[in-house]
């Protein structure tokens, strides 16, 4: 997360221009604080994010979600369930179209 490191520097920077005498004393202190936090908050989701990502990788690529084998990356399915989900959520359309349009015996 480049943002929460730019926040810390940021706030790094007010610090060290406040020490150094380049901003008035204490007119860092409302700011600092928050973005502090901030950053802090910010570069902890991106620690987060980062712990999460080889999961998420391994849910997006490479697996079927239904049995496990290999796949093509980005895809769910494999080609017998990609085929299998096709039918069922053809098969449910079909049953939806029909009852909606009212089948005779
Ligand atoms: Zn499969």
Request: contains cysteine; positive net charge.
């Amino acid at each position: 997360m480049a943002t929460g490191a730019g926040l810390v520097a940021l706030t790094i920077a007010c610090w060290v221009a406040e020490a150094a005498g380049w901003l008035a004393a204490g007119s860092t202190d409302r700011l600092s604080q928050p973005s502090a936090k901030l950053g802090v908050v910010l570069l902890a989701a991106g620690l987060a994010l980062r712990l999460v990502s080889p999961v998420r990788r391994r849910l997006q690529s490479g697996r079927c979600v239904r049995c496990g084998s290999a796949v093509l990356p980005g895809h769910l399915y494999c080609s017998v369930h990609l085929q299998d989900n096709v039918n069922t959520w053809r098969d449910e359309t079909r049953e939806q179209a029909s009852s909606r349009l009212g089948r005779r015996g």
